[in-house]
């Protein structure tokens, strides 16, 4: 787990794909320490940490620990006010608008109310694949995105992109399994298209701008060729 950022107040870290913030608090879930971001946190730096928000596991990127209670309790709350500006990358099914917003409500997960939701996004690139996947459509199209979410609800861009008919790639819980299994299969991307690549704020103590950007890890790389217009769609195919 790589080392972002670090002052005497919090850190940073790269959080890989399938690693998991803290331990799961069902029993029955129980998830190797291995793959536990807490505990990796608490060994780089010697000393406790305190978790000061979340990521699910399939997603990478930016992870802030706080090195205090002190500071774990002012960095909260720069997230529970939104005061911190997010910005995603994801890999969604079809062909998205260039820009657009997403404001539907979404049910809470404990109680099923609905809650407000608003996620912004922009069309970074885009390609289409010569296979039928599924039985709608001849070819198969993707979109590169950027993403921010305006509020912090439970698996929000996820759940907002399915809504829109644009569904991530690698989600097992609200994606399409045809798709998801063309870019394992032939592609070779494994798990979840979603990145949280930088995360922004005002130190609470200094009151400067910072400003963290998580480096593209091997899976991203893949992606990154997977949209370059300058490969022809057939020579990123694995095999069919």
């Not at 990478?60 to 002012?74: I, N």
């Not at 909260?76 to 500006?85: D, G, K, Q, S, V």
């Not at 949280?196 to 091997?218: D, M, N, Q, Y």
Request: aromatic share 10%.
């Amino acid at each position: 787990m790589e080392l972002l950022y670090k002052d005497e107040h919090f850190i940073a870290v790269n959080k890989p794909s399938g690693f998991h913030v803290h331990p799961h608090e069902n029993v029955q879930h129980r998830v190797s320490r291995d793959k536990i971001c807490l505990y990796h946190a608490r060994r780089m730096m010697k000393q406790h940490v305190y978790p000061v928000h979340r990521l699910d596991a399939g997603t990478s990127g930016v992870l802030l620990f706080a090195l205090s209670s002190e500071s774990a309790s002012k960095l909260c709350r720069l997230f529970t006010e939104r005061a911190t500006h997010k910005t995603y990358q994801a890999v969604v099914r079809g062909y998205v608008k260039e820009e657009g917003d997403v404001q539907l409500p979404l049910e809470l997960d404990s109680t099923g109310d609905l809650v407000d939701a608003h996620t912004s996004f922009k069309r970074l690139a885009t390609v289409e694949f010569p296979v039928a996947v599924g039985k709608k459509f001849p070819t198969a199209r993707y979109s590169w995105v950027e993403v921010t979410p305006h509020t912090g609800r439970y698996h929000q861009i996820r759940r907002h992109f399915n809504r829109i008919s644009h569904p991530l790639l690698g989600d097992a819980v609200h994606g399409d399994s045809h798709h998801n299994r063309f870019f394992r299969n032939h592609l070779e991307i494994e798990g979840l298209c979603l990145k949280a690549l930088r995360l922004e704020f005002t130190h609470p103590w200094s009151g400067e701008k910072v400003s963290i950007e998580a480096p593209h890890c091997e899976k991203w790389k893949k992606i990154q060729l997977l949209f370059d217009p300058a490969l022809p769609p057939e020579s990123k195919l694995k095999s069919l």
